[in-house]
């Protein structure tokens, strides 16, 4: 069976979008983008460079004193609208989804609807925000504090969802006045470039929202950039760490949603059936490439072989294929590279005493010419080795047996990590005792990541990030209060 490859003719041309104009080139180097399904090259992308960034900056900044006085209903509109396109045209966001990370046809119609639920939520909060007023002690004075966009914003987004990431940071941003200058990433350019056509298309004012396609270079442009105002990044903690010190030098503020290890504790009053089909969703989730797919699955004793047998009876039963085939589960992973190195830490985590159940090897056959890994289960997996502390980024889960509740929580937090958590239970009282103990920003009792809604925070503790994104929460990362003291002592004589 031949896979197909994508058509270059429904892919997005135009990697920079700065005001008003449409480019089909930047000014930086061309790179070859390249299918993960196939491992052929869909087009080649001249990417952004230092001088597209200030440019998109520059429109950024003429474009914020207007956009920022806009009337919340008029900003409010143009939310609805967009998420009204959305909706009517997610079905053009496919092509995009699909050829620039193998993700699977069966989930890109969910992304369009995503974005619009984003769109929508925080286009509510557009004409809503408003400030206080503050007591005052002593004299008699009035008081109150107001809330302010940052003014621009770069957003630096992953190449594993990057529809996702973005409609996650722009909805709060915007709502809250702020302009934008969005990177979309060099190995998954093409959704972003779609979502800015579409914000284009819908009747935002040119210049509100600018896109540059590039590598690290241009991310590193837009952290230095004098022009912007606040950063935010979605990535790996390596990267972060670079954006930090860059940030540094101009102490602008960062928002960081970073990598995650995260635990799916099974007590042995679970569904089993129930635990163990979303315990595997963390290896099918975005092809397994998900930072916060519950990847470190821990299992009461008592249950363990049972859960186990499970697994890898459903794990067998995951259909890997071509991504465009409606009856895929689970597509590639990114690139040959990100192969190998998945490979790699599947064979130290067995040479680490792990016990493969499932998968382990890449597919041959049809599969032979992209990046295919099926789901792939190490059991026995010591909690302190590098498969268990570590990202994998791909397909692959690792299963280690407990005893105890106290156990179980001491497992689950004993990572530097604290994205998300997964509880699987009956039990009420446990429930709420083992969700209070967790160290994580998002944490699901029965079930799998499914209520990462707009109007709920989402964020990680520890080496997984600062800052939220969604819900209230998310709207005031991107708002500075300003205080003001007016006295209202009567004049002196």
Same mark, same amino acid.
């Given at each position: 069976?031949?896979?197909? +490859? ?19 080139k930047g000014?930086?180097? !061309?790179?070859p983008h ?16 230092a001088?597209?960034?200030d ?5 950024a900044?003429?474009a914020?004193?207007a ?16 998420? =009204?396109?959305?909706?009517a ?11 620039e ?16 639920q ?15 007023t503050?007591?005052?002690w002593g004299?008699p004075?009035h008081?109150?504090v107001?809330y ?12 594993n ?5 973005a ?6 941003a915007?709502?809250?006045g ?5 990177k979309?990433p ?12 579409m ?9 509100v ?5 590039g590598?690290? +270079? ?5 952290v230095?950039?004098?022009? &912007?105002d606040?950063i935010?990044?979605?990535?790996s903690?390596?990267t972060?760490?670079?954006v930090l ?5 101009t102490l602008?503020?960062v928002?960081?949603?970073l990598?995650?290890k995260? !635990?799916?504790?099974v ?7 129930n ?7 963390g ?8 930072? &916060?797919?519950g990847?470190?699955l821990l ?21 890997v ?13 990114i690139s040959?590279t990100a ?8 064979g130290?985590?067995?040479? +680490?005493?792990?016990r493969?159940?499932a998968g ?10 992209g990046f ?7 059991a026995?997996?010591?909690n302190d080795?590098e498969?268990?502390?570590?990202e994998v980024?791909g397909?692959?889960l690792?299963?280690?047996p407990?005893?105890?509740?106290? =156990?179980?929580?001491?497992?689950a ?6 994205l998300? !958590?997964y ?5 009420l009282r ?5 969700t209070s ?11 799998a ?7 709920c925070?989402f964020g990680?503790?520890?080496r ?13 990362e991107?708002l ?8 209202l002592? !009567?004049?002196e004589?």
């Open positions: 069976m031949a896979f197909r +490859d994508p058509a270059a003719d429904e892919l997005p041309r135009y990697p920079l979008i700065i005001g008003e104009t449409r480019e089909e000014s930086g180097a !061309a790179m390249v299918y993960p399904g196939t491992g052929k090259v869909t087009r080649e992308i001249a990417m952004a460079n001088d597209d960034v440019r998109a900056v520059a429109a900044r003429a914020l004193p956009w920022k006085a806009m009337p919340g209903d008029k900003r409010r509109n143009l939310f609805f609208k967009l998420a =009204e396109m959305f909706e045209r997610s079905a053009e966001f496919a092509p995009s989804l699909i050829a990370n193998g993700s699977i046809s069966m989930a890109a119609p969910y992304m369009g609807y995503d974005a619009a984003k769109f929508r939520y925080f286009g509510g909060w557009c004409d809503k925000i408003h400030g206080r503050v007591p005052m004299a004075a008081d109150y107001s302010e966009p940052y003014g621009v914003l770069g957003i630096i987004v992953p190449w969802g990057p529809l996702f990431a409609t996650m940071v722009m909805a709060p915007l709502a809250a702020n302009c934008v200058v969005l979309s060099d190995l998954a350019p093409y959704s972003a470039m779609k979502l800015v056509e914000i284009q298309e819908a009747g935002f004012p040119a210049g929202v600018n896109l540059v396609t590598a690290a +270079d241009v991310g590193e442009a837009m230095a950039h004098p022009g &912007v606040k935010e990044f979605i990535g903690g390596a972060a760490k670079k010190t860059n940030a540094a030098q602008k503020p928002g960081l949603e990598g995650g995260s !635990a799916v504790i007590f042995d009053d679970a569904d089993l059936m635990a163990a089909k979303r315990g595997l969703s290896a099918v989730s975005a092809n397994g490439q998900g930072c &916060v797919n990847t470190r299992v009461q004793r008592g249950v363990y072989d049972q859960y186990l047998q499970t697994l890898a009876a459903m794990a067998g039963h995951i259909n294929g071509d991504p465009y085939d409606p009856q895929t589960t689970l597509g590639p992973v040959q192969l190998d190195r998945i490979l790699g830490m599947v130290r985590g067995v040479s +680490d005493g792990g493969i159940i382990g090897e890449r597919l041959g056959g049809d599969h032979a010419n295919f890994l099926p789901v792939t289960v190490l026995d997996v010591r080795c498969i268990a502390q570590n980024f397909p692959v690792v299963v280690t407990f005893d105890t509740e106290e =156990e179980a929580i001491q497992l937090n004993g990572t530097d990590y604290g998300g !958590a509880v699987h239970t009956k039990d446990r429930a709420h005792y083992v103990q967790l160290q994580a920003g998002m944490i699901h009792v029965n079930g990541g499914e209520a990462m809604q707009p109007n925070p990680g503790y520890k997984s990030g600062h800052g939220r994104l969604g819900g209230v929460e998310g709207l005031q991107f500075q209060p300003k205080n003001v003291w007016i006295n002592s !009567a004049p004589a």
